[in-house]
């Protein structure tokens, strides 16, 4: 039954990032239609400013697995019941700080949006941060019943509750939205579908898992070891709100609404491309843990790593790369004529100075684990917090003069400097990682990217992209040149196997 856990677990994860990528695509266009402009980016302003309460969460989270796992080895379920009872006490706690800290902004809203909002928005945003300050607030506690979950890796409950909730959610909301109704009922229909999914949770602990909760005699220590054990996933989770949500906030402050939605566009379908990059390097995960813990001596460990590095590195550029430039070329057609529409031009550099930057970080993602492998994870977290400060600190005065694409020249700048440069050092130097092997391998790959990056400058100059029939003519030409010429060009033998291998194993089958 676990090996089945764990297979549908996998599966449905990959399944669920494809839906969520549809439906982001789908769906987020519908919305800036029947919104608007102003209402669109006003909810991703609200939204963003509430998701920074989530940093009460401090990482508790991730501990509970990892006690869980500790006492149900030794079954102990006493102990597992007094867990139970502290998680849920800590997470009750932190929900009613959030629910506290919520209310106060929603009754002293200018202090977030200063002059930025006109006043039918300010009225509007109040409703929005309420309803959103209750949903955050109830998520604290109810969380620990997911967390639960999937400490008994019921993987597959919780993924396909999960992404029934996915699916749901625009389905109702759209007719609503068709009716006439705006962002606030938008938003209350999320918080319900919420509610119902944590009471799905709920009852499945207490009735299918049988767990008990024991609100007495917590272990100081226990709550000592769980704060060193998160201080750093608390870290991580300041640097996310900073480098993917300060941005809206600060350009609702200074901007207005207009500029959130311009920048929240370009946002958009950068988190759909950087989900393309979790899924490849995710499969690596055991394998990397398996070679740290049986290498025999720091060169043969550099070598293995280095090896992996590189292999599952150039796979995820050539991806990357694919998507990448393809939305340079054929981006900005894509997003003013036939995805958000006309008054999204900015977005289109928006997304550019997003996505460009962060080929070569997304193309690492392994290297995140094989720093957690080597328990050498805590100089990342302080990287990323001074990326974090410098993001702040450049978005502040470059959102003023140039708005949304100011805001993304700071997360581009930060980037480049944190995760290109600075992570790139620090692999080679203490995470035996052979970097410059990883680069040069990078650089023979880009021989495939000449023909594709000519190609998408003749469509550019030749083409009118404007025409739906032309953009979808000009997609699959696009494609069909890139495959092509990194077939020829760039990938190796090994790489053209992956691809060859099923469809040999197809072909025989029959």
Request: charged letters at 15%.
């Amino acid at each position: 039954m676990k090996i089945n856990q764990l297979k549908w677990g996998v599966f449905l994860t990959y399944f669920q990032k494809g839906i969520n990528i549809l439906i982001n695509l789908l769906y987020t266009p519908v919305m800036l239609r029947l919104l608007g402009q102003s209402e669109y980016g006003l909810y991703n302003t609200v939204a963003s400013t509430i998701s920074m309460l989530s940093l009460l969460n401090l990482g508790f989270g991730s501990g509970y697995i990892r006690y869980f796992a500790k006492y149900k080895k030794d079954n102990d379920c006493d102990s597992i019941s007094r867990l139970n009872g502290m998680f849920l006490t800590i997470f009750a706690v932190i929900g009613t700080i959030a629910c506290i800290c919520g209310m106060y902004l929603t009754f002293n809203i200018e202090l977030v949006f200063k002059d930025g909002l006109t006043a039918s928005e300010y009225s509007t945003a109040k409703v929005l941060m309420f309803l959103l300050t209750i949903n955050l607030s109830l998520s604290f506690p109810m969380s620990v019943f997911s967390n639960i979950i999937s400490a008994h890796e019921r993987y597959f409950f919780s993924k396909v509750v999960s992404m029934v909730g996915s699916v749901v959610s625009p389905l109702v909301t759209l007719p609503i939205l068709l009716m006439g109704y705006r962002s606030i009922a938008m938003v209350s229909i999320s918080v319900l579908i919420n509610l119902v999914a944590d009471s799905i949770y709920l009852f499945y602990v207490f009735k299918v898992l049988k767990e008990k909760f024991v609100f007495h005699g917590f272990e100081k220590e226990l709550f000592l070891d769980l704060f060193s054990f998160t201080i750093f996933i608390a870290i991580n989770l300041v640097i996310d709100q900073i480098n993917w949500n300060i941005d809206k906030v600060l350009l609702g402050r200074y901007r207005g609404t207009s500029a959130v939605a311009i920048y929240s566009v370009g946002y958009t379908l950068f988190s759909s491309y950087m989900s393309f990059s979790g899924s490849i390097s995710g499969v690596f995960v055991p394998r990397v843990h398996k070679l740290v813990n049986s290498a025999t001596n720091t060169q043969m460990l550099r070598n293995q790593i280095s090896d992996l590095f590189t292999k599952v590195g150039r796979i995820q550029f050539v991806i990357l790369a694919l998507v990448g430039s393809g939305i340079v070329f054929l981006g900005k057609p894509f997003i003013t004529k036939f995805w958000a529409g006309a008054g999204y031009d900015e977005s289109y550099y928006v997304t550019l100075l997003l996505i460009i930057p962060s080929i070569i970080s997304l193309s690492q993602n392994i290297g995140i684990e094989i720093q957690r492998a080597e328990n050498k994870h805590r100089f990342r977290s302080i990287a990323y917090l001074f990326m974090a400060i410098i993001n702040l600190l450049i978005s502040i005065v470059l959102c003023q003069k140039y708005g949304a694409v100011g805001s993304a020249i700071g997360t581009a700048i930060s980037v480049i400097v944190a995760n290109d440069i600075v992570m790139n050092v620090y692999y080679h130097v203490k995470c035996n990682i052979d970097i410059i092997r990883y680069w040069k391998n990078i650089l023979r790959l880009s021989r495939g990217l000449i023909i594709p990056i000519i190609f998408g400058c003749l469509i550019n100059i030749f083409i009118d992209l404007s025409s739906f029939a032309n953009f979808a003519y000009g997609v699959i030409a696009y494609t069909f040149v890139y495959c092509t010429s990194m077939w020829f060009f760039g990938i190796n033998e090994y790489e053209k196997s992956l691809f060859l291998g099923p469809i040999k194993r197809l072909v025989l089958r029959k």
